[in-house]
């Protein structure tokens, strides 16, 4: 998640904590339930939550599970199965299925939050995936991305201070954190704090 060389700040931060980063992480991986099961005792996890979209390949299997008990969903992704912002992997998707995967995710995480009460939300790829990854209107990302942040106001970290910030200073051209965005993304995770307080290391 963060930068191999960091600046002090950003070492500062990342020394007192556990990091763990698996891109294009879909809600239902059964990985994530295994790290949050990991962290159950820590004050705080930090989910970065992704995308919607993230596992739209695996769609007609989703799809199969949508009735079965919130724990039975869960699936065994690869790393070719999981990220999805490449015109082959959502090309091809209806906006049925789009709202589908939609409806799976705000599941999912009301699953998540509901298991894990020290689970603290970062929709940072929903801060900037309309800007740097645009996919077609008819699968309504820009609808879904207002009605997650809405729902989950109390349940995730504020990233206004990064929101409300020339792109350039924290994106770089492919649309990743720059070292300032990071920099930013910290200030963000500190006051997201329970105590506000610099950190002991879970």
């Known amino acids: 998640m963060f930068p191999c060389a960091p600046s ?4 500062s931060f990342i020394n007192q904590y556990d990091i763990c980063a698996v891109p294009g992480l879909p809600c239902d991986d059964r990985f994530l339930k295994d ?3 990991e962290y159950r005792a820590a004050r705080v996890i930090f989910w970065s939550c992704g995308h919607p979209l993230f596992g739209v390949r695996r769609w007609q299997e989703i799809r199969q599970k949508q009735a079965l008990p919130m724990a039975e969903r869960l699936l065994v992704y690869q790393g070719s199965d999981r990220y999805m912002f490449k015109r082959a992997y959502y090309g091809q998707i209806t906006p049925e299925q789009s709202w589908g995967l939609f409806e799976r995710y705000l599941e999912m995480v009301d699953y998540w939050l509901g298991e894990y009460g020290n689970l603290v939300l970062v929709p940072l790829l929903l801060w900037v995936a309309p800007e740097f990854y645009p996919l077609p209107a008819s699968l309504g990302q820009g609808a879904q991305r207002e009605m997650i942040l809405e729902r989950y106001g109390g349940r995730r970290v504020d990233l206004s201070e990064i929101d409300g910030r020339d792109n350039r200073n924290f994106l770089d051209e492919q ?4 070292m300032r965005g990071y920099e930013l993304l910290v200030g963000c995770l500190k006051r997201a704090l329970p105590d506000s307080k610099t950190p002991n290391r879970e």
Do not use: T
């Open 35 to 37: 790290k949050l099961e």
């Open 175 to 178: 649309g990743h954190l720059s």
């Open 8 to 11: 002090p700040v950003i070492a």
